[in-house]
């Protein structure tokens, strides 16, 4: 995998090239938007971390607004000292696929990177997605483990088919809270985390192999693998 | 360059129209009034003239000579007409004028002279018209009849511009000079604002002139300008003390790793100690920049139809299990459809804090609701079953980083209520706590999200 980071920061950039290097991304890093340019049309990359605010007169907006133009698809995350709602809603109008505001967490950023990266153990076949021996029918909306039907609430259903097209991904709790409540929010106590326990006792409790994991300091990670 | 559209050139170019208005207007009448009058008169001595000359035909003479006396004796004073006859020598014979005037043309029809009798400049239309006996007839009209009407005319004319000059020009400054004085007023309010006297205002009057209108309008951005200065400096000030806290904790903490240098194991779980620190000043920061948002009103362009029924019923689905947990019951009767305008993503996560709150005090139930007030006013109710918050404390709650003797010690940036007031501030509302059950022993808190 091949990753560009655009960012004029140094130290940022230095940690985001050894944090996206131990994931196994080789990196190429660009400290200005013209350079960015220059490299983002020049090499294939499979993913772009962009700084919305570059030095010089092309910015990281400008950037992705003429990238797209000229039709480069590569997944490209934002990351941002701005997160008020309308920056946001810049950021991803001019072409980027997620948005991450600074300060950020390097767990964060690989969860996020993943997920626009749509790398996934799991594979759906027909209207059903499969994760091992847990079975998800997105027609009938009916779950089973090991061949056993489970009952789930609506939003239950919601979260767990979320973990299970990311499954093998690490998914972070805002994550889940964008995209399974659409909550914009970082509430102050732990009810994702509650939520999760309810649907592993649902999923995983008589089970031998348990699929939904936690991942110390990230979130979750729905996967076969021990 | 364009010319200044200012007071002065408003005030010459009214003056220069009136002006013109007045020539478009007097000058057709002054023509009409020439052209009709000279050709009556012509016409009338030309009426006298051949009457005499039939006279002569018909009665010889004598008889035209005793009609020219006749004429003149019975002329009316002030209606000077003049009658000669003159030989074919031009000597005079009969009429009222002494001599034959020198400036009459030699041959016949109409001209204009002036000539002296008894002393007198006289101004007259004279029309000579040879006889058949081969005397000479001379008839004429004093002019000076006329001249008094046309000097009136002239002299209300003038007067009539002078007038529009003299109030055109004297409006145009008196306007000038209130506009300047109100301007100066708004500049002189300016310079002292921009100086930091933010107190200032610009009179007002109270009448509903246009530019009362516009210093009231002034007034209020004032007013804005002034509450959102003061909301910087709380801010800042909360920033600086809330902030302060968890900074120094976390510089204290790493400088001691500095110079305690421990072994790896004591080293990792310091570092994990600090990060956590750090997402608590994130948190608190990122409270704080939502909270300026919305107080900007930037937020106002989320503004979509939100069905509250749904909203509410989305918030107490997800603290569900929560509440399980601590073994508390959360109650939401579902109410009909109730929509409105608003911003579901804030309105959210204000309802969040509320139960956020009510689930970390509630002793068993915590009840939910949204309905329209007697006032048809939205509400959105929260109330739970704990220790309540004292009648003085409830106004301090919602301000920035006060947390009440009740709630040190548990989590949360101090900002949860302030946030929930900004929201209903922000929908045009206001946020209403009482006492859930009154005199209880447990009173509980009853907190309504008012919409507007």
Redesign the interface.
Known sequence: MKALIVEDNQRVAQFLKKGLGEAGYTVDHADNGRDGMFLAVSEAYDAIVMDRMLPGDVDGITLIATLRRDGCTTPILILSAL????DRILGLKSGGDDYL?K?F?IGELLARLDAILRRSQNRQIGNTLAVADLQMDLLSHKVSRGGKAVTL?P?EFKLLEYLMRHAGQIVTRTMLLENV???????????VD??IS?LRQKIDAEAEMPLLKTIR?AGYMLTADA | MRRRLSASNITASYVAISVVVLILFAAPILYAWDTIVEERSTERLREDGERLARVLDRHGPQALKTVIDAMVEAQPPGDEKFILLADPALHAQEGNLAAWPQSIPDNAGTSRISFTQAGKRIDAVMMRMPLSNGDQLLVGRNEARFASARTLFWVGLVGAAGAVLFFGLAGGMLIRAMLLAEVQGISRTAAAIVAGDLKRRLPTTGETNELDMLAQTVNRMLDQIEQLIRGVRNVSNAVAHDLRTPLTELRSRLEELTWSRPGADDVFPAI?SA?QD?DRI??IF?AL??LA?IDNG??R??FVTTSMTRLAA?AV???Q??AE?KSLHLHFSPSPEIEAAADP?LL??AL??LI?NA?KYATRDIRIAVQRDADARLAIIVSDDGPGIAAHERDKVTQRFYRGDASRGT???GL?LSLVAAVAKLHGGSLKLTDAHPGSEHPGLEIRLILA
């Open positions: 997160g008020e709602v309308d505001v300060p967490s609430q939003r409540w659409d909550y914009h929010f970082d509430p102050q106590t732990n009810v509650v939520h309810k300091n | 994990e990060v750090i994130i948190a990122n920049l939502r948002e930037l937020s362009s989320g989305d689905e997800f603290y299990p929560l947990l993503l959210a996560q969040g804090n956020d689930l989590p949360g940036t949860g």
